[in-house]
């Protein structure tokens, strides 16, 4: 093959790839449109709009300044990201979205007077009415059971905290997807739940990195004792939790309890797990749990549910 001829092919090949790259740009950008304009449509925001679209060769596709606006509201995503998509499927097997910097262009909400902690904390992750948080969403429903999808939901708090929680759910991908409920939610504004669903487990676990250190200054302050004093106090009336509670709380309270005291030294994991009786299948545990909560068994609700606390 001569030169001009390989300059040629070459050529046609990269005209080719921007061919389809921006034929998946643009069609990119019209499924986000429809889908904000969907958002819009149904009154749940009265402006739904970005300011920049970017799809990666790798088929991430990224939104900046992602603006969602009430009349009493407003909120502008600084960077949001869906990766991990599948493509071969409606609605898709698994997918990823994350979110970067949440800012408050009407100021950030003042929480001073219904919670002076809360409004510390959102103090100590904003910059210039930005929320430094990151939050992941994913899902990916396993390979040789459609029924069967794993869940993460992460919320990173720079400084301060880290919380995740992983669960499992079956036949919800199948027959209620997440896309399906949330069409079904936008068109009737009522939520809409799986009847047959299960969760076999689920996973909560906080990771502290500051937050426990603002938290035990704020009760210093508010009570004028030191942190230390403040930290005894606290991990006291924890360790004792079960000696001031109804007798139907008393063994939830000093498992737990015992948990949140070690919780309260810093830079610890405290980790809640379920794996629910009856494989977690929903319509069967909700009325075992109502009857234990209606008769105040909550000895039964922490049975029923598997509940696990541990501190590491």
């Known amino acids: 093959m001569s030169r001009k001829s390989l300059l040629l092919t070459v050529a046609g090949i990269v005209l080719a790839l921007a061919a389809l790259y921006a034929a998946a740009w643009f069609k990119a950008r019209s499924l986000v449109d429809e889908q904000l304009q969907q958002l819009v449509a149904s009154g749940s925001y009265e402006k739904a709009d970005y300011a920049s679209l970017w799809l990666s060769p790798l088929r991430t596709l990224t939104l900046g300044e992602l603006e969602l606006k009430q009349p009493d509201f407003d909120l502008v995503v600084e960077q949001l990201s869906v990766s991990d998509i599948d493509f071969f499927h409606a609605p898709p097997h698994h997918l990823a979205i994350t979110a970067r910097g949440l800012r408050f262009p009407q100021g950030l909400p003042d929480l001073s007077a219904t919670s002076p902690l809360l409004a510390t904390l959102l103090r100590s992750v904003s910059h210039d009415d930005t929320v430094l948080a990151t939050i992941e969403y994913s899902y990916d429903t396993a390979?040789?059971?459609?029924?069967?999808?794993?869940?993460?939901?992460?919320?990173?708090?720079?400084?301060?905290?880290?919380?995740?929680?992983?669960?499992?759910?079956?036949?919800?991908?199948?027959?209620?997807?997440?896309?399906?409920?949330?069409?079904?939610?936008?068109?009737?504004?009522?939520?809409?739940?799986?009847?047959?669903?299960?969760?076999?487990?689920?996973?909560?676990?906080?990771?502290?990195?500051?937050?426990?250190?603002?938290?035990?200054?704020a009760m210093a302050e508010d009570s004028h004792t030191s942190i230390a004093d403040a930290r005894a106090v606290l991990t006291s009336q924890?360790?004792?939790?079960?000696?001031?509670?109804?007798?139907?709380?008393?063994?939830?309270?000093?498992?737990?309890?015992a948990e949140l005291a070690k919780f309260l030294d810093g830079n610890k994991t405290l980790?809640?797990?379920?794996?629910?009786?009856?494989?977690?299948?929903?319509?069967?545990?909700?009325?075992?749990?109502?009857?234990?909560?209606?008769?105040?068994?909550?000895d039964q609700v922490a049975a029923l549910l598997q509940l696990k606390i541990a501190t590491d």
């Open 143 to 217: 390979a040789n059971d459609a029924n069967r999808t794993l869940y993460t939901i992460a919320l990173s708090l720079p400084n301060l905290a880290e919380l995740r929680v992983d669960a499992e759910a079956l036949h919800w991908l199948h027959d209620a997807s997440p896309a399906s409920l949330m069409s079904a939610n936008t068109a009737t504004g009522q939520v809409q739940t799986p009847g047959d669903a299960a969760v076999p487990r689920a996973t909560l676990s906080l990771h502290d990195s500051g937050v426990v250190s603002i938290f035990l200054q």
């Open 238 to 257: 924890l360790r004792n939790a079960d000696q001031l509670l109804p007798a139907n709380l008393r063994n939830l309270a000093l498992t737990g309890g």
């Open 271 to 298: 980790t809640l797990t379920i794996t629910p009786v009856h494989d977690g299948n929903i319509a069967l545990l909700q009325q075992e749990l109502m009857g234990a909560v209606l008769t105040g068994n909550y």
